[in-house]
């Protein structure tokens, strides 16, 4: 697999304008994500493959199918037109005013006419970023017991579950909002495929696992690991 930062420009600006940002909508878990965690926003560095090979912006993770070239699908041109800038172009259409149950019925579609593509996965986890990190964690600290928000966030973990995303951050946050709603082996199937799929990342260099995104991304792998041993018990 490999992994390239990409996403819409709306992502951060949509999280500060609504005083949603994933990470201070909620303190972490005293577990061993604390300490490294709380200085990853001042040192996360980008992977590095370059942006322009994607032609997409770059904010959040994106896992790529080792081997996969974007370059050679030829996609329209275009905001309108370009399927995968269509994740962005609702996200900035999305009234603040607006449910979230809006964005997410226009995300859900986007998806299902799109399931057969081979950049699918793209879709999947740009949704899955935009909707999880700016919508549903917000409502769902203030409500965590709402069953329409504990669906939506079911469905978009499974987004990045069938993309193979290694954001284990991600997946651990949602893991950790259905652990009332989501039986014991359907948690740790999702937990130990991300992080199964981030420890089995080859290292190329020791930033890989010691220093930015690449040291998140394998505390959070811990972290899911732990969550299973935990659910054993």
């Known amino acids: 697999m490999t992994l390239m930062n990409v996403s819409g420009r709306s992502l951060y ?4 304008s609504l005083g949603l940002g994933f990470a201070s909508c909620k303190p972490e878990p005293k577990e061993e994500i604390q300490t490294e965690a709380t200085t990853q926003t001042e040192t996360a560095s980008a992977p590095s493959t370059p942006e322009d090979e994607t032609g997409l912006e770059a ?4 896992t790529f199918p080792e081997g996969f070239n ?14 995968l800038k269509q994740v962005e172009r609702l996200s900035m259409m999305h009234v603040m005013q607006d449910p979230w149950t809006k964005l997410d019925r226009q995300y859900r579609e986007l998806l299902l006419v799109h399931e057969d593509e081979p950049y699918l996965f793209i879709l999947q986890q740009q949704a899955a970023n935009v909707m999880l990190r700016n919508h549903l964690f917000g409502h769902y600290y203030q409500d965590p017991s709402n069953p329409q928000l504990l669906e ?9 579950l069938e993309a193979k995303s290694e954001d284990a951050e991600l997946v651990y946050k949602c893991l950790r909002a259905l652990k009332d709603t989501w039986p014991d082996d359907q948690l740790t199937q999702v937990a130990m495929a991300t992080a199964n799929r981030v420890q089995a990342r080859p290292v190329t260099s020791s930033a890989d696992t010691t220093q930015g995104r690449g040291k998140y991304r394998h505390t959070y792998a811990r972290a899911l690991k732990k969550m299973v041993t935990n659910l054993n018990k």
Request: charged share 25%; glycine share 6%.
């Open 13 to 16: 600006v949509i999280a500060i």
């Open 59 to 62: 904010d959040f993770d994106i």
């Open 70 to 83: 974007l370059a050679s699908l030829s996609l329209p041109e275009g905001d309108t037109k370009d399927p």
């Open 152 to 160: 939506a966030i079911g469905f978009y973990t499974k987004q990045l």
